[in-house]
């Protein structure tokens, strides 16, 4: 099992563009999630998804995008990307949200936006 | 509201030395707790977790036991090595209304001379 996916590892923009950060898994998991990593602040959830077509927003939603076709993708949209969204996001998948389960996470997607 | 309050870092230790990462939480309902580890340039990975009061979680040599009276989850390990040195994140899901959602700690940088 390759596990958790994230694809760019690193990427650059310029204010206002747009991009898809990729995340897949190949554990057949139900829940998956985004969060990113801030100096100082932990992880913060972004948005979630409990399968295939359901997604919900998490502690700080705005400006990102998902949606969830399949049980193992789940890309964060970003619209239009502004510097407070430079950080480094990853993608975290389990078998359900139940709150013993182990949570599995990506590399991760370094984000600087000029 | 829900969160978790770890030991300020860095933590800096010579090889061989104990260590203790303290963790306090502020949950709703009653909370899996879990410890994540990242290496430089790495994901988080899970190191170890305890699901109800009184349980310990042990993996790779560290401990931490569940303690609903102190609301803690304290880290510990007798006899650290220079490969230990990662960000370590103290993390719980309360599960309810927080499905899936994991709250975390701001990390604590370990670095471990030696």
């Given at each position: 099992n390759a596990g958790v996916t994230q694809t760019p590892k690193f990427q650059v923009l310029k204010t206002g563009q747009s991009m898809t950060l990729q995340c897949a898994q190949d554990?057949?998991?139900e829940y998956m999630s985004w969060y990113r990593q801030d100096p100082g602040m932990g992880l913060r959830l972004i948005h979630y998804s409990v399968g295939a077509g359901i997604t919900d927003q998490g502690e700080v939603p705005n400006g990102y995008n998902v949606s969830r076709s399949t049980t193992e993708d789940f890309p964060l949209r970003l619209l239009s990307a502004a510097p407070s969204q430079t950080s480094v996001y990853f993608c975290a998948s389990s078998l359900?949200?139940?709150?013993?389960e182990t949570q599995y996470f990506g590399p991760g997607t370094r984000l600087l936006v000029l | 509201g829900n969160s978790v309050t770890q030991m300020e870092g860095p933590v800096t230790l010579s090889e061989e030395a104990f260590l203790t990462i303290n963790c306090t939480y502020t949950a709703t309902g009653y909370p899996s707790l879990f410890w994540y580890v990242q290496y430089p340039g790495e994901g988080l990975q899970l190191l170890l977790k305890a699901t109800k009061a009184d349980d310990k979680g042990s993996n790779k040599g560290f401990e931490a036991t569940y303690r609903k009276e102190t609301t803690s989850f304290h880290l510990e390990k007798g006899s650290v090595q220079v490969s230990d040195s990662a960000v370590y994140f103290c993390a719980f899901n309360a599960g309810g209304?927080?499905?899936?959602k994991l709250t975390f700690g701001q990390g604590t940088i370990l670095t471990v001379h030696p």
């Open positions: 554990m057949n998991h359900s949200g139940n709150r013993e | 209304t927080s499905y899936g």
